[in-house]
């Protein structure tokens, strides 16, 4: 990503930080889920191609809905859909679902792998993921790759 393309989201982030910070129910979970979802959308929407108001909007969409997710999930979860993630990617069939359960407080979730495919740097895999909070479904796709270490990184 170009440095103007940063240059425009970094009043956006900033925005989005401060709209997580002035809840009243904020915690530390949901700022670092806010950066997290707000850089994530703000980068699918420029490798989308979008222009300055497609990465805003991704960035605000991404950094709300990161923090709101972000500060309902706890270390463990987050470990063990880590984990989930890492098996899925690495050893799942494509098609085939593989499952979380945190028993401390009943968060759980699941990834699909559903299409692999080969690029000049390794394989890359597309998947489907829901994550559910107190009964509630929060879900997602993506795409991603192998990297060189062996870790799968999200490209989007």
């Not at 700022?31 to 991704?58: K, N, R, S």
């Not at 709101?68 to 999930?73: I, T, V, Y």
């Not at 470990?79 to 593989?98: C, D, I, K, P, V």
Request: proline share 3%.
């Amino acid at each position: 990503m170009s440095r103007a393309t940063w240059m425009k989201m970094t009043p956006v982030v900033a925005l989005c930080f401060g709209l997580v910070a002035c809840s009243e129910t904020v915690g530390p979970k949901a700022v670092g889920g806010a950066a997290v979802g707000a850089t994530a959308g703000g980068l699918i929407a420029a490798a989308a191609g979008g222009g300055t108001a497609g990465i805003i909007g991704g960035v605000l969409l991404g950094g709300l809905a990161g923090g709101a997710l972000g500060d309902k999930l706890d270390q463990n979860d987050r470990r063990l859909a880590q984990e989930n993630y890492n098996r899925s990617m690495e050893y799942g069939a494509s098609g085939a679902t593989s499952t979380w359960r945190n028993p401390d407080n009943g968060h759980y979730g699941n990834v699909t792998p559903t299409r692999t495919y080969e690029t000049a740097s390794g394989p890359c895999r597309e998947f489907n993921q829901t994550i559910y909070i107190d009964g509630q479904a929060h879900e997602g796709t993506g795409t991603a790759c192998r990297q060189s270490d062996g870790t799968w990184q999200i490209r989007n």
